[in-house]
Nanobody, 126 residues
Framework: VQLQASGGGLAQAGGSLRLSCAASGFIFSHYAMGWFRQGPGKEREFVATISRGGLGTSYADSVKGRFTISRDNVKNTVYLQMNSLKPEDTAVYYC????????????????????WGQGTLVTVSS
């Protein structure tokens, strides 16, 4: 079982980055997927989630309107398009998988996710 996140790096405020998370070793289409982040000195927090069928999404208020989560169940990959980046978006971003039984179900709670990737660092300069 593996979740491999990529796409992090350095961006200027107002810029964009696209994170990818490639899944392997499990049936990707059976899982809702989420992105979480942990900034310096902060606890891990929810960013965005998408149901296994892509019919349901949810975003943290802090990223709503700027970030978009999507998934490709053929490529077993979930994406996070991040636009209008702010310095406070600086964090290690983690993708995670949550086994669900509905094409619309998802969770914003980290404890509900049983598979986690290694994280990718996003740094936004002012």
């Amino acid at each position: 079982v593996q979740l491999q996140a990529s796409g992090g790096g350095l961006a200027q405020a107002g810029g964009s980055l696209r994170l990818s998370c490639a899944a392997s070793g499990f049936i990707f289409s059976h899982y809702a997927m989420g992105w979480f982040r942990q900034g310096p000195g902060k606890e891990r927090e929810f960013v965005a989630t998408i149901s296994r069928g892509g019919l349901g999404t949810s975003y943290a208020d802090s990223v709503k309107g700027r970030f978009t989560i999507s998934r490709d169940n053929v490529k077993n990959t979930v994406y996070l398009q991040m636009n209008s980046l702010k310095p406070e978006d600086t964090a290690v971003y983690y993708c995670a998988a949550d086994r669900t039984f509905s094409d619309r179900a998802y969770s914003t709670i980290p404890a509900n996710y049983d598979k986690w990737g290694q994280g990718t660092l996003v740094t936004v300069s002012s």
